[in-house]
T-cell receptor, first 113, second 110 residues
């Protein structure tokens, strides 16, 4: 089944403790992206990647890192999480960077206390 | 920076046709307009895309005027299960970023 898999689905952590949210897709998509979703703010892009070793900042990249060493994986790294990074995170992949054909993961609900 | 503007929320009744309009004044020449649907605690799901005029699939229709500065998603005969948030996406002509609007929360009443 074609899908984007995120892990974990839920995570509660403490301020400053490094964490990684994994994202993997099995569709051989070149384009991958991370979004965060907060009440009243819709979906905001954090980082995106056009291909292996090619990443770029989205609208809200502060406090996040990403890497794209393999085509299928695009982990999101929070080096020192803070409470304002409490959010619902989605990973997406696509064959195009023009907004159609995105497949989204099921989401990761992160709480930083 | 291109932005999209959608109504924050809409209510309708089962069996009605619902039209949601998105404004996008600075859409790029070569970009498509795409609509997504999102249920609570799930990732968005692709509904429909178009470039100009009208596109129809088994779920919805998309109407785009000649100037492409807006688009209208049309959902025929909605049911309670169509209650969701609907997002309009367009390309950003300045920096190639794809921008989600804040979405329209559609609430279908029995």
């Amino acid at each position: 089944e074609a899908q984007v898999t995120q892990n974990p689905r839920y995570l509660i952590t403490v301020t400053g403790k490094k964490l990684t949210v994994t994202c993997s897709q099995n569709m051989n998509h070149e384009y991958m992206s991370w979004y965060r979703q907060d009440p009243g703010l819709g979906l905001r892009q954090i980082y995106y990647s056009m291909n292996v070793e090619v990443t770029d900042k989205g609208d809200v990249p502060e406090g996040y890192k990403v890497s794209r060493k393999e085509k299928r994986n695009f982990p999101l790294i929070l080096e020192s999480p803070s409470p304002n990074q409490t959010s619902l995170y989605f990973c997406a992949s696509s064959f195009s960077d023009r907004g159609f054909g995105y497949t989204f993961g099921s989401g990761t609900r992160l709480t930083v206390v | 920076l291109a932005k999209t503007t959608q109504p924050i929320s809409m209510d309708s009744y089962e069996g009605q046709e619902v039209n949601i309009t998105c404004s996008h004044n600075n859409i790029a020449t070569n970009d498509y307009i795409t609509w997504y649907q999102q249920f609570p605690s799930q990732g968005p799901r692709f509904i429909i895309q178009g470039y100009k005029t009208k596109v129809t699939n088994e779920v919805a229709s998309l109407f785009i005027p000649a100037d492409r500065k807006s688009s209208t998603l049309s959902l025929p005969r909605v049911s309670l299960s169509d209650t969701a948030v609907y997002y309009c996406l367009v390309g950003d002509p300045r920096d190639d970023k794809i921008i989600f609007g804040k979405g329209t929360r559609l609430h279908i009443l029995p």
